[in-house]
């Protein structure tokens, strides 16, 4: 089964206001962990990477936290925008696993309201 | 260039009929992967070749067969399908460094595949 999950899937948000996505994983051997975002009709695009010897790292309006204690991860987007509509995966891998063998999560839906 | 490319963007096809799916990267990557996603699914792990060599099969049924015949070029030959297998197929690549641990995946946009 899957190592990591997501409870399922919408969060609306208003426009400007902050978004978090939450993903927990259950494999305390995960290094690598990433966030996509899928817009409909559209491949997965990578959006930002941590690894496990971090527990936070910020990309432009977005963060990621890692909780190893906890295995939590989530995705912080700033001041969300209606261009931020999308399905949003966590991604895991670790060291030991199946060479490139990303375990998605199920996915949580944002819709952004103008 | 960070871009994957897959054509075609749609295909339609008959259970009888045989038809190939092609991704290119030109990133230098040495990993290239096909994954398949059924609506509001995530994707699901196909094949990866790793340096034009396949490294991993997820039981995957003989009516895809992949081939790498470069570095950059990645197929899906399709025989024989079913209509359970219709879904966008994904193809990504990664470079392949240190062993996949920290290794960054890219996507493409997707074939959307309907088999009638």
């Known amino acids: 089964g899957e190592s990591v999950g997501l409870h399922l899937p919408t969060l609306s948000v208003q426009e ?26 559209k491949g997965p695009q990578f959006i930002i990477d941590i690894r496990s010897n971090m527990d936070k790292r910020q990309g432009q309006r977005v963060t990621v936290l890692l909780n190893k204690t906890v295995k939590h991860l989530s995705l912080q987007i700033a001041a969300t925008q209606p261009g931020d509509s999308a399905v949003y995966f966590c991604a895991e891998n670790y060291y030991g696993g199946s060479q490139g063998n990303l375990i998605f999560g199920k996915g949580t839906k944002l819709s952004v309201k103008p | 260039d960070t871009e994957v490319t897959q054509t075609p ?17 030109h990133m230098g990557h040495r990993a290239m992967y096909w994954y398949k996603q059924k609506a509001k699914k995530p994707p699901e792990l196909m094949f990866v070749y790793s340096y034009e060599k396949l490294s991993i099969n997820e039981s995957v049924p003989s009516r895809f067969s992949p081939e790498c015949p470069n570095s950059s070029l990645l197929n899906l030959h399709l025989h024989a399908l079913q209509p359970e297998d219709s879904a966008l197929y994904l193809c990504a690549s990664s470079p392949a460094n240190r062993g996949f641990s920290t290794d960054t995946q890219y996507f493409g946009p997707g074939t959307r595949l309907t088999v009638l």
Do not use: R
């Open chain 1, 16 to 41: 400007g206001d902050n978004s978090i996505i939450n993903c927990a994983y259950s494999n305390s051997a995960s290094d690598y962990f990433i966030w996509y975002k899928q817009e409909s009709g």
């Open chain 2, 9 to 25: 963007k749609h295909l339609v096809m008959g259970m009888t009929n045989k038809k190939s799916l092609k991704c290119e990267q």
